[in-house]
């Protein structure tokens, strides 16, 4: 069990302050879905003039379009996030605004957007969106869908309950609630692959609500289960839940 062991104290040492998976490289691996949502972003970019991203994270996304319209904003609610996004956003020309992680308000004027767009929103601000895109404008967002990689929280945590808030048909009734018209919710489960024990650790620390109370000490048996099935199997595969929104707001 030594390499267990290894593998376990490197994943507890690397640091998790932000929203960052690139220490998962070689480790671990999410099949993309295949509508491609970063190449419909910059597709649809073009003739906007007033683009949002809600809950950008690190930046990454609207960080590494090639250009973006005249108004390009952000919102980020999560410091260590917040630290990484600010130099990227800056360079890349995209104001970057800070919002609360309690008070579900966006900080601009009604109508303010053409465009708004997120990738993997921890809760989505149906009343706030509807509000500040412009007559005609769209919402173009990738959701994480119901009981995105249940297997891996299964195996450490016992049987789950369905995450039916996640559910496309609970999202569409939200978005309808809100005053917008829903054109696209789609979803798929890409195939996703953990090659050692301390990348599922490391994941584990960065999303912690995908198994409550999370530690390697009181998992350890589950842990000591899922390294055996790696090394026989060469890794451990699970699927997540991706869905595509795509939704305006009547001319």
């Known amino acids: ?49 007033a683009l949002l991203e809600v809950q950008a994270g690190s930046g990454t996304m609207i960080g590494h379009l090639s250009s973006t319209p005249a108004l390009s904003v952000a919102t980020e609610a999560y410091p260590p996030s917040v630290a990484l996004a600010a130099p990227r956003l800056r360079a890349a020309g995209v104001h970057l605004l800070v919002t609360s992680q309690q008070i579900q308000t966006l900080p601009f004027a009604d109508t303010s957007f053409d465009l708004v767009i997120s990738r993997h929103p921890v809760e989505v ?37 369905e995450r039916s808030a ?16 829903v054109h696209r919710m789609d979803m798929e489960r890409p195939r996703t692959v953990f090659c050692d024990i301390g990348a599922i650790v490391y994941f584990l620390r960065l999303v912690p609500w995908m198994v409550p109370d999370f530690s390697v000490s009181s998992h350890r048996e589950g842990l ?7 090394v026989r199997q060469g890794c451990f595969e699970t699927s997540a839940c991706r869905v595509l929104v795509e939704a305006t707001r009547p001319s």
């Open 166 to 181: 996640r559910h496309p048909d609970v999202e569409r009734r939200a978005a309808e609630d809100a005053g917008l018209r």
């Open 1 to 49: 069990m030594d390499r267990f062991e290894d593998l376990i104290r490197e994943a507890e040492a690397a640091p998790v302050g932000s929203w960052d998976f690139t220490w998962l490289d070689g480790r671990a691996v999410e099949e993309r879905p295949t509508w491609r949502y970063f190449d419909l972003v910059v597709d649809r970019i073009r003739g906007v003039d």
């Open 224 to 230: 000591h289960a899922l390294h055996r099935t790696i």
């Open 125 to 161: 601000w149906w009343p706030e969106i509807a509000r500040v895109l412009r007559p005609g404008g769209t919402y173009l967002a990738q959701h994480v869908g119901p009981d995105s990689l249940r297997s891996l929280g299964e195996r450490l945590a016992g049987p789950c309950p």
